[in-house]
């Protein structure tokens, strides 16, 4: 396994390291400095720039516009962005329904959807999850009945991402009841602002508005937005998560995150010493360091055998848990080191003050809601438990 870059590799960032220097929108970057959070804006700004430089669309075949990179590339691009901090693409549209339209759509679909995906222009949701199927994703039963040229859709979607601020969501319905669950399901697009369709919030534990719940009545949508045929909705799901299997892993941040650590732990003080001479905080630092090198090398490990023609299949289970535990870990230890400041819980981050009268330092404020937040890590993505069933039965081949 020979894990060095090759020179056009490094070339390669070099390219990326300038473009996040110069070109890409300085005040967002700020923003993410500052602690502030960002919204719909400022996420579809980033895509812009990127797709400015024709890398919006990493994994994409090229003659729909993808960038043509290889997997070490596209590795090397991550790690560049996550070295500023620059947001990655919002996934929904990029990264999940369009390799599903320009796969399994028609000509006229891919030219209806895939430029406004591609240009950031519309924004989209997933719609899966329902309150009684999210493991087990078959069961779900948002019904659409075939009314002439159109389906009415009634049911409720649930725990959806950004449908706040989505123009178009894809929905997994439900158009027959006979057979296997699965047979019965069909892949379907709708604008948002069709008739019959409303977002409620769900407010998070971390405090924020990032999902929602998403009730559908008599929506009446055109047969023309379903993608693929009829009843075959899960096998165009299924394809669909194998490239929601995006890193995880985000070994870059989590390093800057440990750099940081390290270094403000050096300027925070308990009973008269600081917490970098604290020897159980200076061995929960040393373990997660151990720990994130090893999901390093794990993430090294999958991009050399993909480089050797392997997909990395059912072992990037293996890597979401890794990456799971380690995003925990981390953000544990920020609010193990900000004490009682990490109990200064700020839900509204947006305005550049936000923490400008608390007397309590940037870095401390936001770490209880970044704590919180990643527990969702756990859920999303493929329950823990459920990719443990899958390294179980498909990686260690167990009974
Ligand atoms: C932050 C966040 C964002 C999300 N965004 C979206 C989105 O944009 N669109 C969307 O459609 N959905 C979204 N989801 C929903 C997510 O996909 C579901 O929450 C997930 O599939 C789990 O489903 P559930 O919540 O119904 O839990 P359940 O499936 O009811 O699971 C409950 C518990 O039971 C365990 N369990 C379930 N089945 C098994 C089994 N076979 N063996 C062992 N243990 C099991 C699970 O591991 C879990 O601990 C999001 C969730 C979160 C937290």
């Known amino acids: 396994m020979d894990l060095a870059f090759a020179d056009t590799d490094e070339a390669f960032r070099l390219e990326v390291r300038a473009f996040f220097e110069t070109r890409f929108p300085k005040d967002i970057l700020d923003k993410i400095r500052r602690g502030q959070t960002l919204g719909k804006d400022d996420l579809v700004r980033a895509e812009k720039a990127y ?60 030219q209806r959807f895939l430029p406004g995906i591609l240009s950031s222009d519309v924004f989209w949701a997933q719609g899966y999850s329902e309150p009684g199927a999210g493991s087990d994703l078959a069961s779900l039963q948002t019904r659409a009945v075939r009314d002439g040229d159109e389906y009415v859709v009634n049911g409720v979607k649930i725990w959806t991402s950004q449908a706040h601020y989505a ?6 319905v439900r158009t027959s009841s006979a057979g296997k669950p699965q047979e019965g399901i069909t892949f379907l697009c709708m604008d ?25 009545e008599d929506v009446r949508v055109p047969v023309g937005n379903r993608i693929g ?90 890597l ?30 947006a305005r550049p003050d936000w923490n400008s009268n608390s007397g309590i330092p940037d870095w401390a404020s936001p770490s209880m809601a970044s704590y919180l937040f990643t527990r969702a890590q756990t859920i999303y993505g493929g329950a823990t438990e459920v990719q443990k ?11």
């Open 51 to 110: 797709h400015a430089e024709g890398w919006s669309a990493a994994n994409w075949p090229e003659e729909y516009g993808g960038t043509g990179w290889s997997v070490t590339q596209k590795y090397i691009f991550d790690e560049e962005r996550e070295r500023v901090g620059a947001p990655s693409v919002v996934p929904m549209g990029l990264l999940y329904v369009a390799p599903v339209i320009y796969t399994f759509g028609s000509p006229e679909q891919k």
């Open 167 to 172: 123009d178009w969501i894809f929905c997994l």
């Open 192 to 216: 948002m602002k069709t008739p019959g369709i409303t977002v409620r919030p769900i407010i998070g534990i971390d405090g924020s508005h990032y999902l929602n719940q998403v009730f559908f």
């Open 229 to 318: 045929e009829e009843n075959k909705g899960w096998d165009y799901a299924k394809y669909l998560l194998t490239h929601e299997r995006t890193s995880y892993a985000h070994v870059a941040r989590k390093k800057m995150d440990m750099a940081r650590l390290k270094q403000l732990a050096r300027t925070v003080t308990s009973d008269g010493r600081s917490l970098a001479e604290d020897p159980l905080f200076v061995q929960k630092m040393a373990e997660a360091d151990v720990a994130l090198a090893s999901l390093e090398m794990t993430v090294l490990r999958a991009i050399a055998s993909l480089s050797s023609g392997q997909a990395p299949g059912n072992e990037s289970s293996i």
């Open 320 to 349: 979401k848990i890794m990456a799971t535990e380690r995003a925990q870990e981390i953000t544990e230890l920020f609010v193990e080191l900000g004490g009682l400041y990490s109990a200064h819980f700020i839900t509204d981050r």
């Open 389 to 399: 069933n899958v390294i179980a039965k498909q990686v260690l081949r167990l009974p």
